[in-house]
């Protein structure tokens, strides 16, 4: 398939006032001004488009770590109360979330650089392990609604992978930021660390101290991790949901994650139940 620059929607909706002008002169439906002043006006438009949609691309010297989040599924399971998801749940259960390209700053995230168009067939090569690693719990209902097969790596494609492909010199193909995200899972192994300290899924009443989930984590990678819960406002219970650590971007070694950089979820009580799928 042939590569197309995209912008994703978020930065087309404000780009659209712009282009209409610029492609549709005097029939555009926003022209209400006399003729020889909207020609003059269309020429300024076209002079400032270039910096202007370039202001919307995240600068590349703002990227100084990857946030890398796994979630533990059968949690996700409970927050999106879907029982195709907890069909769809297997193996240890700990996730791919995401792999977000940051900054050491408050700005947050660097996302939604124009990219080529995503297709899911171009990761035909590695789709067995992505669907392994980086499952989504509902694609399937999610697809059939949306008709968008893989929705869930369109979505983190646009937002996080394209900025790491612009970023991260070792980043060269849609492939390569997938392939990465897989190989950081298998390093960084959250169920691994948690088996090792004796930490196990139980049901109510077997809540694990969340001090001891930090230190096993902490013990396994040599840093602290940033771990977030599903609190639930109905039952009044936590439950273990998102561990997230930081990496430097060339070693893809884990770091101490900035203060800004907090996960995904909610803060954790002192103590949290950690579910089986079937809770």
Same mark, same amino acid.
């Given at each position: 398939?042939?590569?197309?620059?995209?912008?994703?929607?978020?930065?087309?909706?404000?780009?659209?006032?712009?282009?209409?002008?610029?492609?549709?002169?005097?029939?555009?439906?926003?022209?209400?001004?006399?003729?020889?002043? !909207?020609?003059?006006?269309?020429?300024?438009? +076209? %002079?400032?488009?270039?910096? #202007? /949609?370039? &202001?919307? =691309?995240?600068?590349?010297?703002?990227?100084?770590?990857?946030?890398? !989040?796994?979630?533990?599924?059968?949690?996700? +399971? %409970?927050?999106?109360?879907? #029982? /195709?998801? &907890?069909? =769809?749940?297997?193996?240890?259960?700990?996730?791919?979330?995401?792999?977000?390209?940051?900054?050491?700053?408050?700005?947050?995230?660097?996302?939604?650089?124009?990219?080529?168009?995503?297709?899911?067939?171009?990761?035909?090569?590695?789709?067995?392990q992505l669907q392994s690693a980086w499952p989504n719990?509902?694609?399937?209902?999610?697809?059939?609604?949306?008709?968008?097969?893989?929705?869930?790596?369109?979505?983190?494609?646009?937002?996080?992978?394209?900025?790491?492909?612009?970023?991260?010199?070792?980043?060269?193909?849609?492939?390569?930021?997938?392939?990465?995200?897989?190989?950081?899972?298998?390093?960084?192994?959250?169920?691994?660390?948690?088996?090792?300290?004796?930490?196990?899924?139980?049901?109510?009443?077997?809540?694990?101290?969340?001090?001891?989930?930090?230190?096993?984590?902490?013990?396994?990678?040599?840093?602290?991790?940033?771990?977030?819960?599903?609190?639930?406002?109905?039952?009044?219970?936590?439950?273990?949901?998102?561990?997230?650590?930081?990496?430097?971007?060339?070693?893809?070694?884990?770091?101490?994650?900035?203060?800004?950089?907090?996960?995904?979820?909610?803060?954790?009580?002192?103590?949290?139940?950690?579910?089986?799928?079937?809770?």
């Open positions: 398939m042939q590569d197309e620059a995209v912008h994703p929607p978020e930065i087309r909706c404000k780009m659209w006032n712009r282009l209409d002008l610029l492609a549709n002169g005097c029939n555009s439906p926003i022209w209400r001004w006399p003729r020889r002043l !909207a020609f003059l006006l269309t020429a300024v438009f +076209c %002079l400032a488009a270039v910096p #202007a /949609l370039a &202001a919307d =691309n995240p600068p590349c010297s703002q990227f100084k770590f990857y946030a890398f !989040a796994q979630y533990w599924m059968p949690t996700l +399971c %409970l927050k999106e109360n879907s #029982a /195709l998801c &907890a069909e =769809n749940t297997d193996g240890n259960g700990w996730v791919i979330h995401g792999l977000w390209p940051d900054s050491d700053t408050s700005a947050g995230d660097l996302v939604y650089c124009p990219s080529r168009k995503f297709y899911v067939d171009d990761l035909e090569d590695i789709l067995p719990p509902i694609t399937e209902k999610r697809d059939t609604d949306r008709g968008n097969r893989g929705w869930l790596w369109r979505h983190e494609w646009y937002k996080h992978g394209a900025c790491a492909m612009k970023c991260d010199t070792s980043i060269g193909s849609m492939n390569d930021y997938f392939d990465s995200a897989i190989n950081i899972h298998q390093q960084f192994n959250v169920a691994e660390a948690l088996e090792k300290a004796r930490i196990g899924p139980g049901g109510d009443g077997q809540n694990v101290e969340t001090a001891k989930i930090r230190r096993a984590i902490r013990v396994k990678f040599g840093v602290e991790p940033t771990v977030k819960c599903f609190n639930d406002k109905n039952s009044k219970k936590s439950y273990l949901f998102d561990v997230t650590l930081c990496l430097d971007p060339t070693t893809r070694q884990a770091i101490a994650c900035p203060k800004h950089a907090s996960g995904t979820g909610e803060l954790c009580p002192a103590e949290v139940i950690y579910p089986h799928a079937s809770d």
